[in-house]
């Protein structure tokens, strides 16, 4: 990472939310996904990223808001670079807690974001006081009135969506393949095992995918597996045996791959997360 970067993490033992503060100039990362809720707020600077095909610029005080899954990027494209700070919410628990604390939340429907990019003073406020009740580990009553605070803020942002097997907006080839690679991430898969189960050739499945998610078959798996090892480093496994139960050919294998995705080695990310020594 360049010396000029610095990143703060940190996550919250009662509800696993983890909170990043981070300063980037120039590349600050290659596209890729969560398999969390990203909200956040830019402090400092120009914030610029892709997301769902659009271009995003977002300048101090702008709230962003990234669903799982959401292809994204990041680059500063001013010299003095970008700060920001943001949280990642678990989808379970953020399901559970909007449907706990609002009853008009609607049945048999998930929350998605309205919008990636927005100016809400009030959002902003919110997060950046639950950033800092959670990043700082404050009184226990404080962190979870922040964060009741978040979420009703939030509830103006969302947009609930029917639960359903498919999205219809998607190629079904695609969406099969998807699964299929939730469903194996730690087998060896090969691009033929995926055209075989989706009756297509290599050629087109690759193509269908690549322009129903944003990336190639291969660099899905990866992130998924990247999203696995992120939990269980929290936990405290080892770099070494998060390596090895992913399917990494080495634990140097799994760090080039983590440190292009979050600007992090493992061993570093372990330690923040779980107050574990490497």
Same mark, same amino acid.
């Given at each position: 990472?360049?010396?000029?970067?610095?990143?703060?993490?940190?996550?919250?033992?009662?509800?696993?939310?983890?909170?990043?503060?981070?300063?980037?100039?120039?590349?600050?990362?290659?596209?890729?996904?969560?398999?969390?809720?990203?909200?956040?707020?830019?402090?400092?600077?120009?914030?610029?990223?892709?997301?769902?095909?659009?271009?995003?610029?977002?300048?101090?005080?702008?709230?962003?808001?990234?669903?799982?899954?959401?292809?994204?990027d990041g680059h500063a494209p001013t010299e003095?670079?970008?700060?920001?700070?943001?949280?990642?919410?678990?989808?379970?628990?953020l399901e559970r807690e909007l449907h706990a604390?609002?009853?008009?939340?609607?049945?048999?429907?998930?929350?998605?974001?309205?919008?990636?990019?927005?100016?809400?003073?009030?959002?902003?406020?919110?997060?950046?006081?639950?950033?800092?009740?959670?990043?700082?580990?404050?009184?226990?009553?404080?962190?979870?009135?922040?964060?009741?605070?978040?979420?009703?803020?939030?509830?103006?942002?969302?947009?609930?969506?029917?639960?359903?097997?498919?999205?219809?907006?998607?190629?079904?080839?695609?969406?099969?393949?998807?699964?299929?690679?939730?469903?194996?991430?730690?087998?060896?898969?090969?691009?033929?095992?995926?055209?075989?189960?989706?009756?297509? !050739?290599?050629?087109? +499945?690759? #193509?269908? &995918?690549?322009? @129903?998610?944003? %990336?190639? =078959?291969?660099? *899905?798996?990866?992130?998924?597996?990247?999203?696995?090892?992120?939990?269980?480093?929290?936990?405290?496994?080892?770099?070494?045996?998060?390596?090895?139960?992913?399917?990494?050919? !080495?634990?140097?294998? +799994?760090? #080039?791959? &983590?440190?292009? @995705?979050?600007? %992090?080695? =493992?061993?570093? *990310?372990?330690?923040?997360?779980?107050?574990?020594?490497?």
């Open positions: 990472m360049d010396k000029r970067n610095w990143i703060s993490l940190s996550q919250d033992v009662d509800t696993g939310i983890e909170s990043i503060r981070a300063h980037f100039r120039g590349h600050a990362y290659d596209p890729h996904w969560h398999d969390s809720f990203l909200v956040g707020v830019t402090e400092q600077g120009v914030q610029q990223f892709n997301c769902r095909r659009v271009r995003h610029r977002s300048t101090p005080g702008h709230v962003f808001l990234l669903e799982p899954g959401e292809i994204h003095d670079g970008f700060t920001y700070s943001m949280l990642y919410l678990d989808p379970h628990w604390l609002f009853e008009n939340a609607p049945a048999d429907s998930q929350p998605g974001f309205a919008d990636t990019l927005s100016h809400d003073p009030r959002l902003s406020t919110a997060i950046v006081q639950a950033f800092h009740a959670l990043h700082e580990g404050d009184l226990r009553i404080v962190r979870q009135t922040a964060i009741d605070a978040l979420l009703a803020s939030l509830t103006r942002h969302l947009d609930w969506r029917k639960r359903q097997d498919f999205d219809p907006r998607l190629p079904l080839v695609a969406q099969v393949a998807r699964d299929y690679l939730h469903a194996h991430t730690y087998e060896d898969i090969g691009l033929d095992d995926l055209a075989r189960v989706c009756s297509v !050739d290599r050629f087109r +499945l690759t #193509r269908a &995918f690549k322009a @129903a998610f944003g %990336l190639a =078959p291969h660099a *899905y798996l990866i992130q998924l597996r990247l999203a696995k090892a992120r939990q269980l480093l929290a936990r405290g496994e080892t770099p070494a045996q998060v390596a090895s139960v992913l399917g990494f050919a !080495d634990q140097s294998h +799994l760090g #080039r791959w &983590f440190r292009r @995705a979050y600007q %992090l080695t =493992p061993a570093d *990310y372990r330690k923040r997360c779980s107050n574990l020594p490497d």
